[in-house]
């Protein structure tokens, strides 16, 4: 039963990893679009994977929980951090990446709807350094994690 659940959490992160790849590529490369409507592209696919992302976030739970169950290793310190970090990556990562997604589009919609909004203004918001904090701690957490699941220190 182990190999199954560890199947699906396998399953889980893989798509974890490539829904929110797309979304982290994106936040990255918006900073060097200057076309606001090619932004609002990066945009759409971003938000197209929203929902596989929430998708798999919950496959590579149920996979990783039912394997700590079946592994017996629920009483081990590793698994519970694992959990933690991913947790603690989650509520981190969340409001950042959507206050800076979310004021993009605000910009976006405004000028849209024929708002003067200036190109200073709006390269400012792309120039946050939210995307790359964002990212750099998902990765951290994800070598953490990766690292504590693999050699199961303590």
Not at 19 to 32: D, F, V
Not at 36 to 62: D, E, H, K, N
Not at 84 to 96: C, D, E, K, N, W
Request: charged fraction near 10%; avoid cysteine; proline fraction near 3%.
């Amino acid at each position: 039963m182990y190999q199954l659940w560890k199947l699906v959490h396998l399953i889980g992160v893989v798509g974890f990893m490539a829904a929110h790849g797309t979304s982290m590529a994106a936040a990255l490369l918006m900073k060097r679009i200057a076309s606001p409507r090619r932004i609002a592209g990066v945009l759409q696919l971003s938000g197209a994977t929203v929902g596989a992302f929430y998708g798999f976030t919950l496959l590579l739970l149920i996979g990783g929980i039912g394997a700590g169950f079946a592994g017996r290793f629920w009483g081990q310190g590793w698994i519970w951090t694992s959990l933690a970090l991913l947790i603690g990556t989650g509520v981190l990562m969340f409001p950042l990446a959507t206050r800076y997604f979310r004021r993009i589009r605000l910009v976006l919609e405004l000028m849209d709807s024929g708002t003067e909004v200036s190109q200073d203004d709006f390269d400012r918001i792309l120039a946050s350094g939210q995307p790359l904090l964002a990212t750099g701690t998902g990765a951290v957490a994800i070598l953490l994690i990766t690292y504590l699941m693999v050699m199961k220190p303590f």
